[in-house]
């Protein structure tokens, strides 16, 4: 059966993760691939993925997913600190404001990824809780979406955000594996959900019934590429056009069209980043 003709997009990929100023981790990955990548995004677009959120971690890959945004079409970037990076930045001026000038470049249209992740605690979450305020607040002030990583951290993350105005931040809980009664607090303040391959995985009957009951009008699709590749793939390096087959999965499992899923999760992506 032919595919219908939407348009995908991966709204959190590393494809820009190659070379010296990458994380040395997602780079090795990409380099048991044994692709460049233009052939990653051919090997997408083939699959109708034909844009790409470029997701930074510290200030290098960071500045490595601006280049990478700017230098290939259909992609852009976000400019992030990692909760486990905070530690080498919290006491860094020059590095902060390195940071900031990147939002003024072309196709910056996120901040992220941030937030706080107390499961590994790389940073101490007092180094974790002030690089995400200060991500908070260049959010804020230059109107850009937010994209969270939050694990482990939600009873400390929410009165953060919550202190700031309601409506005044946007953005999505990326990689979203939590409860529904979490479902619940993030949608009523207005986040979007990010969804990847672990749905695909997941055994837990109530993480499977969390999934079904993100709303439509909230979902994103992710791969995390390099990172978290979706079954019946397992063992592979993830790839951006393994978002057809998340796609797949979670239009069986909520028993919608994959059509109606599929063009839901890429306008709200667009709205969400402005692209």
Known sequence: MQRNMTKLIDSHCHIHSFGPNSEDQTASKWAKLGLDPKEIIRRAEAS????FICVGTDLADSAAAVSFAQANEGCYAAVGIHPHEAKRYINDPKAQAEFSELLKQPKVVAIGECGLDYYYQHSDPLEQEAILKFQLDLAHKNNLALI?????AFSDFWPIFD???KGTLRGVL????????TLTAAID???YIGVNGIATFAKDPAQKE???AISLDRLLLETDAPYLTPAPYRGNINEPKYIVRIAEFLAELRQVKLETLE?????????LFGI
């Not at 969270?148 to 482990?152: I, L, P």
């Not at 990326?174 to 009664?181: A, I, L, R």
């Not at 063009?263 to 709205?271: C, G, Q, Y």
Request: charged residues 35%.
């Open 263 to 271: 063009r839901a999760a890429t306008d709200n992506t667009k709205l």
């Open 48 to 51: 109708k993925v034909m844009e």
């Open 163 to 165: 202190s700031y105005s």
């Open 148 to 152: 969270f990583h939050v694990r482990e």
């Open 189 to 191: 303040r207005g986040l």
């Open 210 to 212: 969390m999934f079904k």
């Open 174 to 181: 990326h990689s979203f594996t939590d409860t529904k009664e």
